[in-house]
C-alpha cells in the first residue's frame, strides 16, 4: 500500500475523532463515549447506552450535530475552492475571495438585512439564497469581463479582474451600510461569519452544491494536473485551457458561494488546507481535492469548537479565530516563496 493511501486511511478515524470532540464539549459538556454512541444510534439505530440522558440525545442531534455538520461541510467546500483556484492560477495565494465570490454574497446578504426581503416558504433562508446568487453572479461577470479584453483568459487578467469588481461591489457595499447604518451590526456579524443557531436546514440546503461541485470538481482532476505545467502544454496535449478554466471557476464559485451563504465570509480555510495537504499528499489532484475537503472540514470543525468555547458562554465569530491563525500563515507563505 503506497504511503498516500495509507495516510489516507489514517485519516478515517481522525475525521470521525474531531467531528465527536466538535460535538461533545460545550456549555454542557457531554462524555465522547455517549455523543458517540447517540450518532451511532441515530444513524444505524444501535441501542442506547442505559444511563444517557434524553435531554443530552436531543443536544447532540438536534443542536450540536447539525451545527458542527455545517461546518465541516463549509469548510471542506472553500478547501476545495482553495485548492481548484491556487491550482488553475498558479499561485499558492490565491483563494476563491480572489474571484469576488465574498464580496459579492456580502452585498446580496447587505440588501436582504436592509430591505427585509423575504421569500415566501423560505423564510430565514431567504438571506443565504440571495447571498448565493449574488456570489455566483459577481464570478460570472469577472469571467465575462476577462473574456473580453483577453481571450485567453490569462491569469493576471482573470485576477486583476477579481480585485476590480471586488473593490467595486465593496465600494457598494459601503455605501449603503453607510446609507442605512442602523442596520451595520446585523451585516458585520453576518460578514464574520458563525454557525450559531442554524440546523438541519441549512445542511440540508448546503448538500445539493456540495454534491454538483464536488462532483463536477472530481472530473477535471487530470485536467488540472496537466495545467501544473502550464497553459502552452496543456494546449499542446488537447486541453481547452479557456475552457476548463471558466468550468472550474464557476463550480469553485458554487462550492464557495453556497458556503458563504449560508456562513457568512470566514476567510484562511481556503489557503491554509489546501497548502498543507499539497506538502503532505504531494501535488496530483485526485489526492489533493478529496483531502482538501477533509482537513479543510476537520480545521473548521476545531475552530468553530474554539469560537464557541474559549470565551464561553459568549461566542466569537469565526471569521476572527481563522484570520488569528490565518495571518501569520499566509506571512509564513509569502516569505518562504519570497526567499526560496
Known sequence: MSRRKSLSLICIPIVFLIICMGISIGSSNINLLDTANILLNKMFNIPLIDNINPKDVSIIWSIRFPRVLLAFMVGGCLS????????????????????????????????????GISIPLLGTLT????????????????????????KTMSNNTIILAGMVLSLFVNA???????????????????????????????????????????????KYTKEMDILTFGEEQAKAVGVDTAKVKKHLFILSATLTGSAVALSGTIGFIDLIA????????????????????IFGGCLMVITDLISRTIVSPQELPVGAITALIGAPFFAYVYFNNKKG
Open 274 to 293: 489546501p497548502h498543507i495537504v499539497r506538502k503532505v499528499f504531494g501535488s496530483k489532484h485526485t489526492y489533493v481535492i478529496p483531502m482538501s475537503f
Open 172 to 218: 457598494l457595499l459601503t455605501t449603503m451600510t453607510a446609507l442605512f447604518s442602523e442596520d451595520i451590526k446585523s451585516i458585520t456579524m453576518w460578514q464574520m461569519g458563525s454557525f450559531s443557531m442554524k440546523g438541519w436546514s441549512y445542511v440540508k440546503v448546503l448538500v445539493p452544491f456540495l454534491l454538483i461541485g464536488m462532483i463536477g470538481v472530481l
Open 80 to 115: 476545495v475552492s482553495g485548492a481548484v483556484v491556487q491550482s488553475i492560477l498558479k499561485n499558492e495565494l490565491a483563494s476563491p475571495y480572489t474571484l469576488g465570490v465574498s464580496s459579492g454574497a456580502s452585498l446580496g446578504a447587505g440588501l436582504v438585512i436592509v430591505l
Open 127 to 150: 438571506l443565504p439564497l440571495i447571498g448565493f446568487l449574488s456570489g455566483l453572479l459577481t464570478v460570472y461577470l469577472v469571467i465575462v469581463f476577462s473574456q473580453k479584453v483577453d
